[in-house]
């Protein structure tokens, strides 16, 4: 679609384990971002990174690292999975100083 | 820190209607605001953003909204819905920066033929 991929779409993990989330870019934009979409909340800011090796912690970080190693990629982790992480996490890009974001089509992430 | 409130959790409206949902934030600057709509199994889409100048701002689908500094609001308005615009809706402010968005939990609207 809009040069944004995230995969896997689907995963069921279970309690404890480690799982990594990947987000694709082929924008070359600066700015990437990981948010987690629960009812009730709207979507939440993980963790977001402005350029290679360069992230910072949201609103709701605690249990999630991040790394970007290059410009398109950026990877969530779950270093050991809890049912409270079972969520719709979507990742998103931006230009720096156009502020509207594109956004995947999300990974749902059960966690039994 | 910024923050937003969408005060209707779901709307319906009859095909041909009107649409108006409301949008209200917080923030001591002058805000950065957004309007997303998601439709089932899909990512958010931009719909419309105010940054500055005229408070009336045009966006895809025929939808428009206002930002009304005295009110706080940004609400997003559609004369007339098609069946095509059941979704949820998001309004998002943000800071003038690139990061650090905050959305609200989202207006779920159905449309009834």
């Known amino acids: 679609d809009a040069g944004i991929t995230q995969s896997p779409r689907h995963k069921v993990t279970e309690t404890g384990t480690p799982v990594t989330l990947r987000c694709h870019q082929t924008?070359?934009?600066?700015?990437m971002y990981w948010y987690r979409q629960d009812p009730g909340h709207g979507l939440r800011l993980i963790h977001y990174?402005?350029?290679?090796?360069?992230?910072d912690k949201g609103e709701v970080s605690d249990g999630y690292s991040v790394s970007r190693s290059k410009t398109e990629d950026f990877l969530l982790t779950l270093e050991s999975a809890t049912s409270s992480q079972t969520s719709v996490y979507f990742c998103?890009?931006?230009?720096?100083?156009?502020?509207?974001?594109?956004f995947g089509s999300g990974t749902r992430l059960t966690v039994v | 820190a910024q923050s937003v409130t969408q005060p209707d959790i779901h709307i319906t409206v009859s095909e041909g209607a009107s649409l108006e949902l409301r949008c209200n934030y917080s923030?001591?600057?002058?805000?950065?605001l957004f309007w997303y709509v998601q439709s089932p199994g899909q990512g958010l889409q931009l719909l419309l953003k105010?940054?500055?100048?005229?408070?009336l701002v045009q966006g895809i689908k025929g939808f428009e909204a206002e930002f009304k500094r005295s009110q706080s609001s940004f609400n997003l308005r559609k004369p007339s819905v098609h069946w095509s615009d059941a979704a949820e809706y998001f309004c998002?402010?943000?800071?003038?920066?690139?990061?650090?968005?905050?959305f609200g939990a989202g207006t779920r609207l159905t449309v009834k033929p």
């Open positions: 998103a890009i931006s230009v720096q100083g156009d502020y509207g974001y594109t």
């Open positions: 924008e070359n934009h600066r700015y």
């Open positions: 990174s402005y350029g290679v090796k360069d992230t």
């Open positions: 923030y001591g600057a002058t805000p950065y």
């Open positions: 105010y940054f500055s100048g005229d408070t």
């Open positions: 998002a402010v943000g800071a003038g920066n690139n990061n650090d968005m905050r």
